[in-house]
């Protein structure tokens, strides 16, 4: 006694794994989508590269504007500061510091300097032009007291938070460069040349400028040339698809034509001559001259034949399947529900809606059903089948569910490269009038088929004329 199907359906373990095949109107390329795609593709990757080559623009920009920087401070270190640094300048002799004063003061006053300070090794502050800060002590870190040995000069944006920088709080962000010098004496010492930020990072956009136009350009021309580049290869895929789609339907209609011809040739030949020889056998029977032994024997000859004719005419159907009968739908599923029952499967058919549907999309659904019926005779070995069949709006959906062996990709494939089109044919019928087919399965664990079909086919050609193509399972 089987559970009901809906109880069984809930005890499955989810498999690990599944095989999925679908088809629908929407795989096929779009020429103008797929250009649109590629081109807003380009330039999101343009403008990505514009803004990284902007930033290190600007960073090498300011890399520049900051040597530049460094080596006005070392020319006013060498050539203002150096010559007039004298021993009297360390001690505070006031006439010697008017005198580095007055070289200072037009270097200051005609920018980008905002302040010059000279330190001792110990960090005293032995001139500056802010006199307030002479003879104040300020440690200096190691990296400042590394320009003292040799020609090097170090620089960074001042922290005007430290307490030596109190009185260049008001000139907006700075630069500040060290530079290593000897006064005349020999002693070494550091001139310190504080220069406005602003005149960096006005560097740096000036070179971000003038390399933006050129980058700029570059990358767009080369998109632009991409445009019909990309244009041109979607339209090949586009009449590849075509193509494949015009050979996939010429090879249906060959199975077909194909199908039919042997179907025809096995009726009225191998079909004939059996039951002619059914008949004869069974008028040798009547006929009373034979043992009751050799009677026996034709009897059972003549059941024999008949099996075979049966088993022929069974095969013929799957060779040249029926069309929807007239009654439409919901007979049409109950005759398959049926068959499937005498073949000891038990069956759960809900197909509520069957009753008033087009027949074009009837036609559609019942050949789908028949291909879905004939893999779980032939091939699923499944106890239990469910056929469901949903409408919402103007959209039709069909479920055949079964629990037998399930099948995966790899024997999917080998049986559609065998010749076995079935399910892929129907999925380029049911993609033709705008629904969608999906396969599931997996090993041991059942096969679920869902398709999904407009009420108004949108295919250039009826379903109910293409005919279905052998089982692919």
Not at 392 to 419: H, I, K, N, Q, Y
Not at 442 to 461: K, M, N, Q, S
Request: net charge neutral; proline share 7%; glycine share 10%.
């Amino acid at each position: 006694m089987h559970p009901p199907l809906h109880q069984r359906i809930r005890a499955y373990p989810p498999p690990v794994s599944r095989s999925r095949r679908s088809s629908g109107v929407g795989a096929r390329v779009s020429v103008a989508g797929s250009v649109a795609r590629f081109t807003l593709a380009g330039l999101l990757v343009t403008a990505a590269l514009i803004g990284v080559t902007g930033v290190l623009a600007q960073h090498a920009g300011e890399q520049e504007a900051t040597r530049s920087a460094e080596r006005l401070a070392r020319v006013v270190a060498h050539g203002v500061v150096e010559p007039r640094l004298t021993p009297e300048v360390a001690v505070g002799d006031p006439g010697a510091g008017a005198a580095l004063a007055d070289a200072v003061q037009p270097v200051v006053a005609s920018g980008p300097v905002v302040r010059v300070k000279v330190w001792t090794a110990e960090g005293r502050l032995v001139w500056s032009d802010e006199p307030r800060l002479i003879g104040r002590v300020f440690p200096l870190d190691d990296a400042e007291l590394r320009v003292l040995s040799g020609d090097v000069v170090l620089s960074h944006v001042s922290d005007l938070s430290d307490p030596e920088n109190r009185y260049e709080r008001g000139h907006g962000e700075l630069l500040e460069a060290y530079v290593g010098v000897r006064d005349s004496s020999g002693r070494p010492l550091i001139v310190e040349v504080y220069q406005s930020y602003d005149a960096v990072a006005e560097a740096a956009e000036q070179a971000w400028r003038r390399f933006a136009p050129a980058g700029l350009g570059a990358l767009l021309a080369l998109e632009l040339l991409q445009i019909p580049l990309a244009w041109d290869l979607a339209r090949r895929l586009r009449r590849s698809q075509e193509g494949e789609a015009v050979l996939l339907r010429a090879a249906v209609d060959a199975s077909h034509a194909e199908r039919r011809r042997i179907a025809h040739d096995v009726h009225d030949g191998v079909v004939q001559d059996l039951t002619g020889l059914t008949y004869d056998l069974d008028a040798a029977r009547l006929g009373g001259s034979a043992d009751p032994r050799t009677r026996a024997l034709l009897a059972a000859t003549a059941g024999g034949l008949r099996r075979c004719v049966s088993e022929l005419r069974r095969l013929l159907v799957d060779l040249s399947p029926p069309p929807l009968p007239a009654a439409g739908l919901g007979p049409a599923l109950q005759g398959l529900a049926a068959g499937l029952e005498r073949r000891g499967c038990e069956v759960v058919l809900d197909a509520g809606p069957a009753d008033g549907l087009p027949r074009p999309a009837a036609a559609l659904l019942y050949r789908c059903a028949l291909e879905a019926v004939r893999n779980v005779s032939h091939h699923s070995r499944a106890r239990t089948v469910r056929i469901t069949l949903t409408r919402r709006d103007d959209v039709v959906t069909l479920v055949v569910d079964d629990d037998g062996v399930g099948f995966d990709d790899a024997r999917l494939a080998e049986r559609s490269a065998a010749g076995h089109l079935g399910l892929r044919a129907l999925s380029d019928l049911i993609g033709e009038s705008g629904g969608s087919l999906t396969a599931e399965s997996c090993p041991g664990r059942g096969t679920r088929l869902t398709v999904t079909v407009p009420v108004e086919p949108a295919g250039p050609r009826p379903a109910a004329a293409v005919p279905a193509a052998g089982a692919v399972r």
